[in-house]
């Protein structure tokens, strides 16, 4: 049959049959139209075949294949709320998730636009993980995982979410509302989410922890200063010897008389120092987003807005001073001069607290220019914090108030502000970044055409930071502005495909190549190249291997983030206490260059054929020569070699850490991964349902850390309390209506050395369990008139078995600070959620 008759075929006959699966194995994305029928029909006879067969592209499939794919009926039986929660449900299997996925919409780069997260889950028509080679074909990062988010055509829902969520050990609850309208009409889309939540803070008391050491009062005594007592006129009014007397009510308004002591003497006030600290701090959050997308000639434009504040209020302790009360004070009814010990003011609590808001808004436009696949996206956003920080009473000025008889100045009486040690800072930043990203087809290969990607990102940060005491004296101000430019250039080619010849016909074999260099202020030009080589020699089986070498700089955040100091409950290895040090975050302008080669080999396995069993091996070794790394776990070994970010008291008690980034001399790395994941979509009849497994194994054979030249190499497997192995699963099982999802994770043992004294870890396996069940679903109804319509209800407990992290020394015995409640005061949590659609 000539092409001339088929598609004249093609343009009357029906019924029409369009078939996906053929059509996602059309590695060219070509379109075919096959007429297909049980006998032939003889020639120019247009009535023979009563079918035809259309073979083509999927709607919203993407340019790369996909590895992995979940129907709508899959991601039913999940249960998740939103779309970043199915992404959050479904990481197991989408990858490590130590790094986001890029995302697609339709096929089409998403850009900075993550409006798209806060859409239902029920909008997906699917959902795809692309192969591997897919992030460099979109110009990104090698190896960077892709998922394509297929939206149904036509979509409309009003959501209202209610949560509830409290620590099964008491103390701590928290809850959140939220509401969303998204609605999907073909091209066009548009979003809009609330949200608020609120967790309450977890007080000291609330769990079995020993208290701080030290005397705690509500009102203040007086004392004689070298014991014994308080003033032999006082014990002989009392009628017996006076060692205390508490402080009088009549002394909050003018100076006391010896008389009035008469009435105190012996009284306390005691408190429960636990009351006044929180093991975690309450937060408040509250966040809007809105998303619109839309034709615009031959582009798809998409606009986007979110605003969020935030904010967390702890507590540090009940604040006691002592100072002496001169016997010539004004305040003082004594013959000699006594001791003073009170609280700051009453039961009144130094503070942390931390305030943060945040604007942003992005575009984004994708469409064809010319031959040119075309992606374009920017990004602007500003962002403000302020934090308060006290961290106790200011006893020298105090004395030196008391000592210059300064009238207004009232020993007895609650203290003001300026008598407190505090720290405030304010910092502002902001950002824009833009990024295009264009693509062909450039030359045409026996295994299909060679595809150009080139991308070019811009941005500028810039950011302002002012710190000052509690007193609005002199404050240190800083800031900067940073400008990057950076391009990447990259070439697919298909060197060979099944069935052609080419190369032997070794199967499917791809070559992606790319080259970006980089150029940030005050750091001189940066390049980077790559190779990955993608080789299925069946359907079945598929081969990667990539190596990367890049010259590496810090990112904006790491050079110039404002400068954040908060209170971090910490083990401090070197005293064997638990330490609440003030931990100092933010940029490091003072971060320097570096390079870093990669090596990654990855095997895929599916002997059945299908995406029943899929088997997953990889080994990855990173070796980093200079440049930037985190701050790591406070350790001797890192103590040793960072001293200058560690400060101690004249008792070696630990004051402060600065967990900025460091530079480090060399980094090496390398792992062994391994993962089984099954599915089981079910039997081919409605609402069936799905079962899922997936097993991930990580073996860490080589963590080393050298920091500085000239000094020992860090085995941070042996010294630094990380460890070598690690394990999570995840198993599913659900159909719309009602699903369960249990899962867990696990550590192998690990070990701190500080000198000839080690600390033995073993992690427990911390399981989760989620369920939930759609009433309407469960009871069959058929008519929307009840409460129960369109309800979801989810059950989630967090840390099923309240397991945690055991700390023992060699002799089995169990050190300070390392107690059930104070490595895990959490523990397991439950949280209900109802969602209702309006």
Excluded at 294 to 317: E, Q, Y
Excluded at 795 to 806: E, K, P
């Amino acid at each position: 049959m000539s092409s001339t008759r088929l598609v004249s075929l093609f343009s009357i006959a029906l019924p029409l049959t369009f078939c996906p699966e053929a059509g996602a194995q059309n590695d060219k994305g070509g379109v075919r139209a096959v007429a297909d029928s049980k006998e032939p029909a003889p020639p120019g006879d247009l009535s023979g075949p009563d079918e035809i067969l259309v073979v083509g592209r999927r709607y919203g499939e993407a340019k790369v294949a996909a590895e992995s794919e979940f129907s709508e009926e899959e991601i039913a039986s999940h249960g998740a709320d939103s779309i970043q929660d199915l992404l959050r449900r479904l990481q197991p299997i989408i990858g490590d998730g130590e790094e986001e996925p890029v995302l697609l919409i339709n096929g089409q780069p998403a850009g900075f636009d993550r409006s798209i997260l806060a859409f239902p889950a029920e909008a997906l028509d699917r959902l795809a993980v692309l192969k591997p080679e897919a992030a460099a074909r979109y110009g990104h990062p090698s190896g960077q995982r892709v998922v394509n988010l297929v939206l149904k055509k036509h979509f409309s829902s009003l959501n209202a979410d209610a949560g509830a969520s409290l620590a099964t050990g008491g103390g701590q609850y928290g809850g959140s509302l939220s509401v969303g309208r998204a609605a999907i009409d073909g091209p066009a889309r548009w979003n809009v989410q609330a949200r608020a939540s609120y967790d309450s803070a977890l007080r000291k008391s609330a769990r079995n922890i020993p208290p701080r050491p030290g005397t705690f009062d509500g009102t203040g005594y007086v004392s004689a200063p070298e014991g014994g007592e308080v003033d032999p006129a006082l014990s002989h009014l009392a009628g017996r010897p006076v060692a205390t007397a508490a402080i009088p009510p009549g002394a909050m308004s003018k100076a006391p008389l010896l008389a009035d002591f008469i009435a105190t003497v012996g009284d306390s006030h005691a408190l429960d120092p636990n009351e006044f600290e929180t093991l975690l701090p309450s937060r408040r959050s509250m966040a809007l987003g809105i998303g619109l997308t839309r034709p615009l000639g031959s582009f798809s434009v998409s606009l986007s807005a979110d605003a969020s504040r935030s904010s967390s209020r702890a507590m540090r302790g009940l604040p006691m001073t002592s100072i002496i009360v001169p016997a010539d004070s004004p305040w003082s009814p004594f013959a000699g001069d006594v001791l003073l010990t009170r609280p700051f003011a009453g039961a009144r609590a130094l503070r942390s607290n931390t305030d943060s808001e945040s604007i942003g808004t992005s575009l984004s436009l994708t469409g064809m220019i010319g031959d040119w696949q075309a992606s374009f996206s920017a990004s602007y956003s500003r962002s403000w914090t302020r934090s308060l920080l006290e961290s106790g009473i200011d006893a020298t000025r105090a004395q030196q108030l008391l000592d210059s008889a300064d009238p207004a100045f009232n020993p007895y009486r609650p203290w003001d502000e300026r008598l407190l040690l505090a720290r405030r800072n304010r910092s502002r930043g902001e950002s824009i970044t833009s990024r295009l990203n264009v693509k062909r087809n450039v030359l045409n290969l026996p295994a299909g055409p060679v595809t150009a990607n080139l991308s070019v990102n811009a941005g500028r940060s810039r950011s302002e930071s002012r710190q000052g005491d509690n007193l609005g004296g002199s404050a240190v101000r800083s800031g900067s502005a940073l400008e990057r430019l950076d391009g990447a250039f990259g070439l697919s080619l298909p060197l060979s495909r099944p069935g052609e010849g080419e190369i032997m016909s070794l199967g499917s074999l791809d070559l992606d190549l790319t080259a970006s260099a980089q150029t940030m202020t005050r750091s001189r030009l940066q390049k980077r190249y790559g190779g990955d080589l993608n080789w299925s020699p069946t359907r079945n089986l598929r081969f990667r291997g990539s190596i990367g070498h890049a010259e590496t700089a810090p990112s904006f955040g790491q050079l110039d983030d404002p400068i954040v100091t908060t209170i971090n409950r910490i083990f401090d290895y070197s005293r064997g206490e638990v330490a609440e040090p003030v931990w100092i975050t933010g940029g490091n302008p003072a971060l320097g260059r570096g390079s870093q080669q990669s090596l990654a080999l990855e095997a895929m396995v599916r002997p059945l054929g299908n995406q029943t069993v899929t088997l997953n091996a990889a080994y990855r070794q990173d070796t980093a020569k200079g440049g930037v790394a985190g701050f790591p776990e406070l350790t001797p070994v890192i103590e040793a070699a960072f001293p200058e970010r560690v400060t101690r008291d004249a008792d070696g008690r630990l004051i402060a850490v600065d967990a900025r980034p460091i530079n480090i001399a060399r980094a090496t790395d390398s792992e062994l991964s391994s993962s089984v994941a099954l599915r089981f979509p079910g039997k081919p009849v409605a609402n069936a349902t799905q079962l899922s497994f997936s097993l991930r194994h990580r073996w860490r054979l080589k963590s080393e850390l050298l920091t500085h030249p000239g000094v020992p190499v860090i085995d941070q497997l042996t010294q630094s309390g990380q460890s070598r192995h690690s394990l999570s699963f995840q198993t599913t099982a659900g159909q719309r209506g009602w699903g369960a999802t249990f899962g867990g994770n696990w550590s192998g043992a690990s070990r701190v050395e500080n000198g000839d004294r080690t600390l033995n870890t073993k992690p427990p396996v911390i399981f989760n369990l989620t369920l939930f069940v759609e009433p309407e679903h469960l009871a069959g109804q058929t008519r929307k008139s009840g409460l129960l319509d369109n309800l979801k209800i989810t059950l989630a407990i967090q840390n099923v078995f309240n397991g945690y992290r055991r700390v023992t020394l060699q002799d089995g015995t169990i050190p300070a600070g390392f107690s059930r409640d104070e490595i895990d005061p959490l523990g397991r949590i439950i949280r209900l959620t109802l969602r209702k659609r309006l």
